[in-house]
């Protein structure tokens, strides 16, 4: 079983900057990342794996968002830069058990607004 707590949610103008934590107890073998705008499906953002530290990134995100872990305290943290208006969503940490299986696991979720 892995439990996952986000924080560092909030409220950020145009091209700021938040981070994300996602403290994680119990084994996985990767950390994702999902957000959901109002009315909009949830969609991938980045994910990490715990051993290799090999990162993907969605299109939308890639060049500002950055992802990372750190193994010590079972945390992986999203850098969000030059954030828009489109990148406000509920963001999500997500846990995948296994190296080819999906998300089993999932947080409470943050709130980040971007306002214009």
């Known amino acids: 079983q892995v439990q996952l707590v986000e924080s560092g949610g909030g409220l950020v103008q145009a091209g700021g900057s938040l981070r994300l934590s996602c403290a994680a107890s119990?084994?996985?073998?990767?950390i994702g990342w999902f957000r959901q705008a109002p009315g909009e499906e949830r969609e991938f953002v980045a994910a990490?794996?715990?051993?290799?530290?090999?990162?993907s990134y969605a299109n939308s995100v890639r060049g500002r968002f950055t992802i990372s872990r750190d193994n010590a305290k079972s945390t992986a943290y999203l850098q969000m830069n030059s954030l828009k208006p489109e990148d406000t969503a509920v963001y999500y940490c997500?846990?995948?058990?296994?190296?080819?299986?999906?998300?089993?696991?999932w947080g409470q979720g943050t709130q980040v607004t971007v306002s214009s």
């Open positions: 997500s846990a995948a058990g296994a190296a080819y299986g999906g998300y089993d696991y």
């Open positions: 990490i794996s715990w051993t290799a530290g090999r990162t």
């Open positions: 119990g084994r996985s073998f990767r």
